[in-house]
T-cell receptor
Framework: GQQLNQSPQSMFIQEGEDVSMNCTSS?????WLWYKQDPGEGPVLLIA?????ELTSNGRLTAQFGTTRKDSFLNISASIPSDVGIYFC???????????FGKGTRLHILP | DAEITQSPRHKITETGRQVTLACHQT?????MFWYRQDLGHGLRLIHY???????NKGEVSDGYSVSRSNTEDLPLTLESAASSQTSVYFC????????????FGEGSRLTVL
């Protein structure tokens, strides 16, 4: 089946640092999505990407849809404590209406 | 505001018992999904439904079943709970043909002893 490889699995950074994470797929998706999950809650959509090459920003977050349609990255600039959580990439399955998730990147911010 | 309600939020049960996790949505979305979240595995799709009377197996469907008798509800049943089914379960919905965005419930934490 389709797989998403998300990296890194976890990150430990200082407050104020920039963060970069990415996702690659074995197959093509027509939509890439980035979610964030806070402790004890369900994931919430951060950014959605619909076209190959698309670069989209949401505040300090920037995400890009790779030109091959098999990858995407998410950058967070000037991290703050509330950025702590798990970030998931997800792809919208071309053959149906399913969303496939990566395994997540757990972001820790050191005091 | 539209929402997704999962119940119970926490449950402890014993191996072999039948367990049902409820999911109720007021988004009026046709698409509903059940995922399980485990450390090291992320979110894995268990079952999904595109509408009333429609159900489909996801990548980890063994030991689980769902039924869709109306638009609002997609209960997830574990016929005979196993310790390997200890997990956090999330229900989600999406609008067919829309952006693909999933709206998640707050999760149900199940422990099977």
């Amino acid at each position: 089946g389709q797989q998403l490889n998300q990296s890194p699995q976890s990150m430990f950074i200082q407050e104020g640092e920039d963060v970069s994470m990415n996702c690659t797929s074995s197959s093509i998706f027509n939509t890439w999505l980035w979610y964030k999950q806070d402790p004890g809650e369900g994931p919430v959509l951060l950014i959605a990407l619909y076209k190959a090459g698309e670069l989209t920003s949401n505040g300090r977050l920037t995400a890009q849809f790779g030109t091959t349609r098999k990858d995407s990255f998410l950058n967070i600039s000037a991290s703050i404590p509330s950025d702590v959580g798990i970030y998931f990439c997800a792809g919208h399955d071309l053959s149906g209406d399913k969303i496939i998730f990566g395994k997540g990147t757990r972001l820790h911010i050191l005091p | 505001d539209a929402e997704i309600t999962q119940s119970p939020r926490h449950k402890i049960t014993e191996t072999g018992r039948q367990v049902t996790l409820a999911c109720h949505q007021t988004w009026n979305h046709n698409n509903m999904f059940w995922y399980r979240q485990d450390l090291g595995h992320g979110l894995r799709l268990i079952h999904y439904s595109y509408g009333v009377q429609d159900t489909n197996k996801g990548e980890v469907s063994d030991g689980y079943s769902v039924s869709r008798s109306n638009t609002e509800d997609l209960p997830l049943t574990l016929e005979s709970a196993a310790s390997s089914q200890t997990s956090v379960y999330f229900c989600a919905t999406s609008d067919p043909g829309g952006t693909g965005e999933l709206f998640f419930g707050e999760g149900s934490r199940l422990t099977v002893l």
